[in-house]
C-alpha cells in the first residue's frame, strides 16, 4: 500500500523561503507524477504545480511562477516544494498527491502547516 | 484564470438525492473531460470520488455519480447518507498554461 508522509509543520517570517519534503513508500515510487497543493485556513483547494518524475517535466500554476520549485529523486520516491519570497496569504497546509489518472488526485499527504507571521 | 464556480452549500435529507454544480468556461470543464471532485470531511485530506467526468474510484460508493453539459459539470449523491455530509471540490484541467483549476468548494449539509 503506498503511502506519502511529508514534513513536519514550519513557521516562517515574511520574505523567507520554505522547503516542504514528500516521500512516498510501497509502489513503483519512480514512475509517480507528485503535485502540490494547498489550503489556506477555512478555505478551498488551489493547485501549485507538479512533477513528472520519469522525464523530468516540472508545471507551474501561473500565480506561483517564480517563487515555486518542485524537484523529485526517483531513488528515494521523493518530492520537494520550495516556496520563497513567503507572504502572509501563503499560511496554509500544504499537501502533496500523486496523479494516478490525469489531473485527478489520488492519493494525497497528511498535510504540512506553513504558517507565515512575522 | 479564475477559478471554478461551485454553489457555498447544498442540503438534503437522508435517502434523498441531491446535486452539486460546478461551472467553468470553454477553456476548461467545456474543453476537455477531465473533470474530478473530492470529498472532504473536517480536518481530513481529501479524497477523490470521481475522474474524467464520471468515472469512480475502486471502493467509491456508486450512490456518487458525474456528469457534464457544456460549461458546467455535476456531482450527484444518491441516497444521501449522514456521512455524506462533508465539504466537496470540483476540479478541471485547464489548458498547458493554467493547467488544474479547482472550484471554491461546496458545504453539504445532510438535514
Known amino acids: 500500500q503506498v503511502q506519502l508522509v511529508q514534513s513536519g509543520a514550519e513557521v516562517k517570517r515574511p520574505g523567507s523561503s520554505v522547503t516542504v519534503s514528500c516521500k512516498a513508500s510501497?509502489?513503483?515510487?519512480?514512475?509517480?507524477?507528485f503535485n502540490w497543493l494547498r489550503q489556506a485556513p477555512g478555505q478551498g483547494l488551489e493547485w501549485m504545480g507538479r512533477i513528472i518524475s520519469t522525464l523530468p517535466v516540472t508545471h507551474y500554476a501561473p500565480d506561483f511562477q517564480g517563487r515555486l520549485t518542485i524537484t523529485a529523486d526517483t531513488s528515494t520516491g521523493t518530492t520537494t516544494m520550495a516556496l520563497i519570497r513567503l507572504r502572509s496569504e501563503d499560511t496554509a497546509l500544504y499537501y502533496c498527491a500523486t496523479e494516478k489518472y490525469d489531473d485527478a488526485f489520488d492519493l494525497w499527504g497528511q498535510g504540512t502547516m506553513v504558517t507565515v507571521s512575522s | 484564470q479564475s477559478a471554478l464556480t461551485q454553489p457555498a452549500s447544498v442540503s438534503g435529507s437522508p435517502g434523498q438525492s441531491t446535486t452539486i454544480s460546478c461551472t467553468g468556461a470553454s477553456s476548461d470543464i467545456g474543453g476537455y473531460n477531465l473533470v474530478s471532485w473530492y470529498q472532504q470531511h473536517p480536518g481530513k485530506v481529501p479524497k477523490l470520488i470521481i475522474y474524467?467526468?464520471?468515472k469512480r474510484p475502486s471502493g467509491v460508493s456508486d450512490r456518487f455519480s458525474g456528469s457534464k453539459s457544456g460549461y458546467t459539470a455535476s456531482l450527484t449523491i444518491s441516497g444521501l447518507q449522514a456521512e455524506d455530509e462533508a465539504d466537496y471540490y470540483c476540479s478541471s484541467y485547464a489548458g498547458s498554461t493554467t493547467y488544474v483549476l479547482f472550484g471554491g468548494g461546496t458545504k453539504l449539509t445532510v438535514l
Open positions: 510501497g509502489g513503483t515510487v519512480n514512475t509517480f507524477t
Open positions: 474524467q467526468v464520471t
